[in-house]
């Protein structure tokens, strides 16, 4: 899915926020990875995702407001994201409040540090670059603005409404 695909996405959803666009995001690098992605954020549970500057060559980051795509394994759209926040520090500067926020592994910065910066050291050998302790990461808050998933339900009204997945009627 490119840039335009997104755009008209969020066009035919959030009417009048088309300009806020940012481009596709999925989780992790293998299929299974992204499907796990998208349900970790539509249950609520991963709250935050994390980006080398590398991924970003040309220096459009993403920004408070900005909408995201989320898409699954085989690269359907299954919501649209926001984000709340960013913030550019050293991977050795990631809080615990972060870290569980990632809504990954046992969500403890250790795990993060270790697990997150393996993963990290992988990208930058991949993509010809450094890694180190001291590189810069993107850090964004991130929130579920749409679901355009079939198992998404929504508790609630309004924008503080909960969103969940509910294949058996579970939280």
Known sequence: MDFDECRQIIADVMPGREDQSFGPMSIGSTPASAD?????????????TSSPL????DGC??????????????GKARAILETVSIEIISFDQVSED????YGEGDRSLTWFRQEIGHWYE??????????????????????VAECLHELC???????????????????
């Open 36 to 48: 796990e992605g998208v349900r970790v954020i539509i249950e609520g549970i991963k709250t935050a």
């Open 54 to 57: 590398w991924d970003f060559p």
């Open 61 to 74: 980051l993403p920004f408070e407001g900005a909408l995201s795509v989320l898409l699954d394994g085989q």
């Open 98 to 101: 972060f870290a569980f926020a």
């Open 122 to 143: 992988g990208s930058a050998a991949r993509s010809g670059n450094a890694f180190t302790s001291k590189t810069p990461i993107i850090c964004e808050r991130i929130r």
């Open 153 to 171: 339900q929504v508790i609630g009204e309004g924008p503080d409404a909960q969103r969940y997945v509910s294949a058996r009627g579970e939280r």
